[in-house]
T-cell receptor, first 114, second 109 residues
Framework: DVKVTQSSRYLVKRTGEKVFLECVQD?????MFWYRQDPGLGLRLIYF???????EKGDIPEGYSVSREKKERFSLILESASTNQTSMYLC?????????????FGPGTRLTVL | GENVEQHPSTLSVQEGDSAVIKCTYS??????FPWYKQELGKRPQLIID?????GEKKDQRIAVTLNKTAKHFSLHITETQPEDSAVYFC????????FGQGTRLTINP
């Protein structure tokens, strides 16, 4: 079974804080993704990575950055958290590139920015 | 860029009836069309997918149909059961996945 874990289920931060969300997968997948999920908007891609130290912007990268130093770990960074970044954040990994096959999701981190 | 519209946003059906959710898209380059199910408080999980060289795929009570000419694809659930209650997301894929807005399906006993 593919296992994708995220560092926190719930997180509360203050405006202006630097926030790190961590994601780890144990199936040696090349491809990893960060999405945010908001009601009525579905899942929107923030960043993705198809190899260690490689990253690509998704559809809504503004205000975020990512780090992938090791194959199994993909981190999402909010440089200066703002209230409009309050959301559910989902990490995913896949064996094939995004357009090629199943993505396995983590449990999500619900981030609240006060 | 890619865009996918999903309808309806909510759907309520009687147990045993069928449910149909439809997605339309604009990017002709899309060649992968998955459907994900997200139960309350849980992570999205793939339930069925189809590729552009296939028009229909079925897995027990679930089927997906694809019309590439008209750029739409649909999820069909037959003989619905209470455990089918969830939010369903379609997506289109080429280099990346673009998700629809989601459909909240409620099965009434």
């Amino acid at each position: 079974d593919v296992k994708v874990t995220q560092s926190s289920r719930y997180l509360v931060k203050r405006t202006g804080e630097k926030v790190f969300l961590e994601c780890v997968q144990d199936m040696d997948h090349e491809n990893m993704f960060w999405y945010r999920q908001d009601p009525g908007l579905g899942l929107r891609l923030i960043y993705f990575s198809y190899d260690v130290k490689m990253k690509e912007k998704g559809d809504i990268p503004e205000g975020y950055s990512v780090s992938r130093e090791k194959k199994e770990r993909f981190s999402l960074i909010l440089e200066s958290a703002s209230t409009n970044q309050t959301s559910m954040y989902l990490c995913a990994s896949s064996l094939r590139p995004a357009g090629g096959g199943e993505q396995f999701f983590g449990p999500g981190t619900r981030l609240t920015v006060l | 860029g890619e865009n996918v519209e999903q309808h309806p946003s909510t759907l309520s059906v009687q147990e045993g009836d069928s449910a149909v959710i439809k997605c339309t898209y604009s990017d002709s380059a899309s060649n992968y069309f998955p459907w994900y199910k997200q139960e309350l408080g849980k992570r999205p999980q793939l339930i069925i997918d189809i590729r552009s060289n296939v028009g229909e795929k079925k897995d027990q009570r679930i089927a997906v149909t694809l019309n590439k000419t008209a750029k739409h694809f649909s999820l069909h659930i037959t003989e619905t059961q209470p455990e089918d209650s969830a939010v369903y997301f379609c997506a289109i894929g080429a280099q990346k996945l673009v998700f629809g807005q989601g459909t909240r399906l409620t099965i009434n006993p």
